[in-house]
C-alpha cells in the first residue's frame, strides 16, 4: 500500500528526520515507537502534506497506491494531496479536544467529512454519519450525532474522531497517539475497535506511540525511532523478545522497571502519623438549590493519608480522583462529611493558618504547559510564589530557584527562558520545581506522568522519590496508568464513579483484587507480558 524510501525533512534547514525508510501492508498495523521529539509525527505529517511552512522536504519518495496507480504522496501538489487526504489516507489526531469544533455538534463535524469525500447529502448523509458512529461502538449513537463535543467523555470524543477519518473509506489510517491520557479500560476499547477496523476493513494502520506496553498489544510489526533516524524495525515478537539496539533496549528496560512494584515501606513506620483524615466527604457539581439535583462527583469516602507514604488515587476517567485532590487543598467544597488536617478541621483554617497550609500542601497539575503562565520567564514563575508568602526578597527568590533548578536536572539558563522553549519532560520538572519552591510537606500530584514517553516517565518516577527522601516528603499520586502507580505506590485506594471500591496495600491490590471493577482495571493494562 505504502513504500516510503530515503525520507528526510529538515525545519528551518536543520534535519529533523533523514532516511527514513518504511512499507506497510494491507490490513497491517505498524507501530512507530520513539521518544517526544524523535520524528514520529513529523514523518506522518509529511506523508499527509501537513507539514508546517518552516518545514521542507529535502529528499526521498513514498509511493502510495491508488485506483489510478502509484503516486509519490513527497512530490505531488496540494490539490492533489487535498484529495488524497480523507479518501487515500485519513489521520487521527492526538489530542480529540483540540481537533474538534467546539460550538459545533459532532454529527455536523462528520457529516462535513461525508460530504466531503461522498455524493452523500441531506438525510443520507446523517443516516451514514450515525452507521459510522455505531460502527464505533457508541451505545447511542443518535445522542452522540446530536452532542457538542465537551458532553462527551475522552473515550467518545476519540470515537468520533475515528468515525470522521472513516468517512471517506480510507485505505490507510494514520493514527497520532490516539490513546494517550485515556484511562486503561477506555484505552483497551480504542486498540480493539482498531483492530477490529483493521480486520473489517483490511486498511493498513500506521500506530504513533510512545508507549510500548501499548505498541505490542495492537501492532503487528514496529519501528523503533530515535533523533529522526529508524534505529530497528521487526515484528514485535522480534523487538521485545531480541532487541538489538542499545536505544530500543534501553526503551524496554525503562517499561519493565515501571512496570516493576515498590520494594520500600514508603517511610510508614508501625504507629503512622496521619496528616490528612478524610471522613465520609460528598461532592455535588451543579446543584444551587434543594430544587435542583446536580451530579455527585465523590460520594461518603473516607480514608487516612499517612506521613511519608505514597497513597495512589486510580479509576477511570470521571471516577472522582481529582475532584478528591482538590478537595483536600480546599479549593473544592464539600456538602458533606469533614477533612482533618494534622487533627485540625479543614474548614476551620483561617488568616495565617490557611496561608500556612497553602504552603504545606501543594498541587501539581495534569498539564504543565496550561498551567505556567506563558508570559513570564521560568526564573519569575517560580519566584512568585516565593516572595508572595514572604520567604524572601529577589535575591534570595532567586537563589533558592536556582538550587530548585539544579535539583530537578535543569540547566542554569532555564531560569530565563519561556515555557514554550522546553520539551514535556522539562516542564514537568519545572512545574515540580514551583510546587517545591515553598518547601511543602505533602504533594497532591494529579496526572503528572500521563503524556510523557517511557524513559522520561521512568526518569520523573526516580526524581520523584529523590526528593521524597531528601525532603521528607508525602505524596497523593492520581493516576489512570496503573504500571506507574504500582512502582510507586505503598498503598492504594481504587474509585469507580465516586466511590471506594476497595483500598489496601498496593502489592495486594494488584495480586489479590477483591473488587470484580479492580479486576477488570487490572487486566486492561496493556502489555503485562513484556
Not at 225 to 243: A, D, H, L
Request: hydrophobic letters at 40%; one cysteine or more.
Amino acid at each position: 500500500m505504502l513504500k516510503v524510501s530515503d525520507l528526510t525533512v529538515s525545519f528551518s534547514g536543520n534535519p529533523v528526520v533523514s532516511g527514513i525508510c518504511f512499507s506497510l501492508m494491507p490490513g497491517e498495523i505498524l507501530g512507530f515507537v520513539g521518544e517526544s521529539g524523535s520524528g514520529k509525527s513529523v514523518t506522518s505529517l509529511a506523508l499527509m502534506g501537513l507539514l508546517p511552512p518552516n518545514a521542507k522536504v529535502e529528499g526521498g519518495s513514498a509511493s502510495f497506491s491508488t485506483e489510478k496507480g502509484q503516486v509519490d504522496l513527497l512530490k505531488v501538489d496540494s490539490k492533489t494531496h487535498r484529495q488524497i487526504r480523507g479518501q487515500g489516507i485519513a489521520m487521527i489526531f492526538q489530542e480529540p479536544q483540540t481537533s474538534l469544533n467546539p460550538s459545533m455538534i459532532c454529527g455536523k463535524q462528520i457529516s462535513e467529512a461525508v460530504e466531503l469525500h461522498t455524493n452523500l447529502r441531506g438525510a443520507k448523509a446523517k443516516e451514514r454519519c450515525i452507521q459510522l458512529l455505531a460502527e464505533m461502538q457508541l451505545t447511542d449513537p443518535a445522542k452522540v450525532y446530536s452532542s457538542y463535543p465537551h458532553q462527551l467523555s475522552g473515550g467518545q470524543k476519540q470515537r468520533v474522531m475515528i468515525a470522521m477519518a472513516l468517512a471517506g473509506n480510507p485505505r490507510i489510517l494514520i493514527a497520532d497517539e490516539p490513546t494517550t491520557a485515556l484511562d486503561v479500560t477506555v484505552q483497551k476499547s480504542i486498540l480493539q475497535l482498531l483492530k477490529d477496523i483493521r480486520q473489517r476493513h483490511q486498511i493498513g494502520i500506521i500506530f504513533i506511540t510512545h508507549d510500548l506496553s501499548v505498541v505490542a498489544e495492537v501492532a503487528d510489526r514496529i519501528m523503533v525511532m530515535q533523533q529522526g533516524q529508524i534505529v530497528e524495525q521487526g515484528t514485535v515478537t522480534e523487538i521485545f523478545n531480541n532487541p538489538t539496539h542499545p536505544y530500543t533496549r534501553r526503551l524496554i528496560e525503562f517499561r519493565k522497571r515501571i512496570n516493576q512494584p515498590i520494594t520500600e515501606t514508603a517511610g510508614v513506620t508501625n504507629e503512622p502519623e496521619h496528616i490528612f483524615r478524610v471522613n465520609s466527604i460528598s461532592v455535588e457539581y451543579g446543584s444551587n438549590s434543594w430544587f435542583k439535583r446536580g451530579f455527585k462527583a465523590i460520594s461518603d469516602v473516607s480514608f487516612t493519608l499517612f506521613k511519608g507514604e505514597t497513597l495512589g488515587l486510580v479509576g477511570e476517567s470521571g471516577s472522582g480522583k481529582s475532584t478528591i485532590g482538590r478537595t483536600l487543598l480546599k479549593l473544592i467544597e464539600t456538602q458533606s462529611g469533614t477533612i482533618e488536617y494534622n487533627g485540625e478541621p479543614l474548614s476551620s483554617l483561617k488568616g495565617s493558618n490557611l496561608l500556612n497550609f497553602r504552603r504545606e500542601v501543594q498541587f501539581i497539575f495534569q498539564d504543565p504547559y496550561s498551567s505556567l503562565n506563558p508570559r513570564l520567564t521560568i526564573g519569575q514563575a517560580l519566584m512568585e510564589p516565593f516572595i508572595y508568602h514572604g520567604l524572601g526578597g529577589k535575591r534570595e527568590a532567586r537563589k533558592a530557584v536556582e538550587e530548585l533548578l539544579q535539583m530537578v536536572s535543569l540547566p542554569a539558563d532555564s531560569i530565563n527562558r519561556y515555557p514554550h522553549e522546553f520539551s514535556g519532560g522539562q516542564r514537568q520538572r519545572i512545574v515540580i520545581a514551583r510546587a517545591l519552591v515553598l518547601k511543602p510537606k505533602i504533594l497532591v500530584c494529579d496526572e503528572v506522568l500521563s503524556a510523557l514517553d517511557v524513559s522520561t516517565q521512568a526518569q520523573m518516577l526516580d526524581l520523584l522519590q529523590e526528593l521524597k527522601k531528601g525532603m521528607g516528603l508525602t505524596y497523593l499520586f492520581i493516576s489512570h496508568d496503573l504500571s506507574v502507580v504500582r512502582s510507586i505506590c505503598s498503598r492504594v485506594i481504587v474509585l469507580n464513579r465516586g466511590s471506594i471500591e476497595e483500598q489496601g496495600p498496593a502489592e495486594e491490590i494488584f495480586s489479590r483484587p477483591q473488587s470484580v471493577y479492580t479486576q477488570l482495571l487490572i487486566d486492561a493494562i496493556p502489555g503485562k507480558s513484556l
